[in-house]
């Protein structure tokens, strides 16, 4: 069965050090997620590509993390410098579709971030 | 921000037992509304999902209530079993914006 990968599961970085994941969507999925979420809380959203374009990036705290898809296939999400409050799971998720279907979105799972 | 608030926080229920999160939402442009499942370790899964036209739907043991008036909506897991233990997410989506909007969860244990 097709899955999206996702490395490093796991990651301990100390404050002010860069941390970057890397997140291969279901082959053909043109739309590709970032999610984070925080112990005890639900998934929220970072960024969203449609193949290598941004369609939303609102709530990306752009002064410390960037995300890229250059060729529209894999993406990596980058945190420099890191900082306690980003300790929390980042989640990949891809979709065929652009709009939002239900059953065709896919979690990958996760990339979990202790920052120390 | 748009809000989807999520109710109880952890749920615990016997074997056997019907288990039921509550979800509510303040946006009337949100027009699916998916329920998601996580065990631990793992990225969430569509469990059911419901579009507002729409004030009840059923699979197996897993049911979607929907009261587009009071904007809530719930799961029912009847005849809950331990292997049903997981944290549960509501969510809702403007479908065309493709943005899942993410309650906080619900930790359910289902007891033997």
């Known amino acids: 069965e097709a899955e999206v990968a996702q490395s490093p599961r796991y990651k301990i970085t100390e404050k002010s050090q860069a941390v970057a994941f890397w997140c291969d969507p279901i082959s053909g999925h043109a739309t590709l997620y970032w999610y984070r979420q925080i112990l005890g809380q639900g998934p929220e959203l970072l960024v969203q590509f449609q193949d290598e374009s941004v369609v939303d990036d609102s709530q990306l705290p752009k002064d410390r993390f960037s995300a890229e898809r250059l060729k529209g296939v894999d993406s990596t999400l980058k945190i420099q410098p890191a900082e306690l409050g980003d300790s929390a799971m980042y989640l990949c998720a891809s979709d065929r579709f652009q709009q939002y279907s239900g059953n065709t979105i896919y979690f990958g799972e996760g990339s979990w971030l202790t920052v120390v | 921000q748009q809000q989807v608030k999520q109710s109880p926080q952890s749920l615990i229920v016997q074997k056997g037992g019907i288990s039921i999160i509550n979800c509510a939402y303040e946006n009337t442009a949100f027009d699916y509304f998916p329920w998601y499942q996580q065990f631990p370790g793992k990225g969430p899964a569509l469990l059911i999902a419901?579009?507002?036209?729409?004030s009840e739907k059923k699979e197996g043991r897993f049911t979607i209530s929907f009261n587009k008036s009071a904007k809530q909506f719930s799961l029912h897991i009847m005849d809950s079993q331990p292997g049903d233990s997981a944290t549960y997410f509501c969510?809702?989506?403007?479908?065309?914006?493709?943005?899942?909007?993410f309650g906080k969860g619900t930790k359910l244990s289902v007891k033997p």
């Open positions: 419901i579009r507002p036209d729409v």
């Open positions: 969510a809702a989506v403007v479908g065309s914006q493709g943005n899942l909007i």
